[in-house]
């Protein structure tokens, strides 16, 4: 299953050969679509795995572009007869996004080790930069889709790939699916209500509420605003910040030192079901006045330096920051990257999480990330600042 990767233009499509047969029967694309050789080329890549097992996989922490997404892959999927699974490997961990989940009765599968990943025909990756499991399968199944809005690094093949750097969410990319396919959305129809919430809820979310949307997520707010339910998209939009995430943005106030336009924050050991507070911090502290870039970092459950980075710096680029300043381990897998505003990093400690002086664990990990941030902006490091 080839695919054909364009010159890097900021759109990477791969599409499949067109089937004459399917693209005879197939519904007609509706309405104005901006890249209808995008949509058939899906459309067949799902034709082609009628009737076969799709794993749909959520890699890192599962978000709420990235759960919409797996539902929308799963919706379109089961219109060719697809028995698809969606499995995610790390917790979901902030409220809203598990709330997420419940409300949707979304049926999302932890990988558990005695699954065996190997007896699906096919993998669909959705919100991900990269398209290798977290865990070692002896035979992984080929990649039927991948879809995505993040920065193109390749190193794959799939019968169908998508990736839009110029899309807010991936949400988006789908609601497109939806709308132009002739299987999209039904009024009245509770499941498809759902699955527009999610959307919708997606897309708000990697978009800052709409702030940071582009041409095709305002395209696809309304397409699904006339499916959605109104009292359950309001109900997952406004869950409370907890009290641990709340004394997280504390430590990272009293624990934040600023050089220029720039703040770094440490917040010290977080459990692994708070560890969405750190982004939260970063956030925050983003707001603070004269500051255009944040990183805020922790040890999650003993064993991973998590951090997380957002700017208003027009001069950076997230994603090729991070992996400049993180690098990559022994198998080529960068330790950070990102999009257009946002991005992440995790460093597993290794040896050095068998320490049990967390004070000087701390201390050691605290510095070698400040000082790594300092030296790429230029600036000495010097005692954190407590105002």
């Not at 919706?75 to 969606?86: G, K, M, N, V, Y």
Request: glycine residues 8%.
């Amino acid at each position: 299953m080839a695919s054909r990767q364009p010159a890097p233009t900021g759109e990477h499509v791969a599409l499949t050969a067109q089937n004459g047969d399917y693209a005879a029967s197939r519904p007609p694309i509706r309405g104005h679509c901006e890249a209808p050789e995008r949509l058939e080329a899906f459309l067949h890549a799902l034709e082609a795995a009628r009737g076969k097992r799709l794993l749909i996989v959520i890699k890192g922490h599962p978000d709420p572009d990235s759960i919409a997404s797996a539902i929308a892959q799963r919706h379109l999927s089961a219109e060719f007869e697809i028995e698809s699974t969606i499995v995610y490997f790390d917790q979901i961990s902030h409220p809203e996004n598990r709330a997420l989940v419940k409300s949707l009765d979304a049926d999302l599968r932890q990988y558990r080790e005695d699954m065996d990943l190997s007896a699906f025909d096919y993998m669909s990756f959705v919100d991900t930069q990269t398209a290798h499991l977290p865990v070692r399968v002896a035979q992984p199944p080929a990649i039927l889709t991948f879809v995505d809005h993040h920065k193109y690094v390749g190193g794959f093949e799939s019968a169908f790939t998508d990736i839009r750097e110029d899309a807010g969410a991936t949400s988006s990319i789908y609601a497109e699916y939806l709308e132009h396919s002739g299987l999209g959305l039904r009024m009245g129809n509770s499941t498809d209500a759902r699955l527009a919430t999610a959307l919708m809820h997606g897309i708000r979310t990697d978009t800052d509420n709409l702030l940071l949307a582009r041409p095709i997520d305002f395209r696809a707010g309304a397409y699904l605003r006339q499916f959605i339910d109104g009292d359950l998209l309001r109900l997952i939009s406004k869950q409370s910040i907890t009290a641990r995430t709340m004394e997280i943005i504390q430590r990272g106030l009293n624990n934040k030192a600023i050089r220029g336009t720039f703040l770094v924050a440490g917040v010290g050991f977080v459990r692994e079901e708070d560890r969405d507070g750190i982004a939260q911090t970063s956030d925050f502290l983003l707001r603070h006045e004269g500051i255009e870039t944040a990183v805020v970092f922790g040890i999650v459950n003993g064993d991973v330096v998590d951090g997380s980075l957002r700017t208003n710096s027009p001069t950076i680029d997230p994603d090729g920051w991070l992996k400049t300043l993180f690098g990559a381990d022994s198998a080529g897998r960068h330790y950070g990257g990102g999009r257009r505003n946002k991005g992440g990093f995790r460093i597993p400690l290794g040896l050095f999480a068998r320490c049990r002086d967390r004070e000087a664990l701390w201390a050691i990990g605290k510095k070698t990330i400040e000082d790594l941030v300092f030296e790429k902006i230029g600036v000495e490091n010097e005692k954190s600042e407590a105002s």
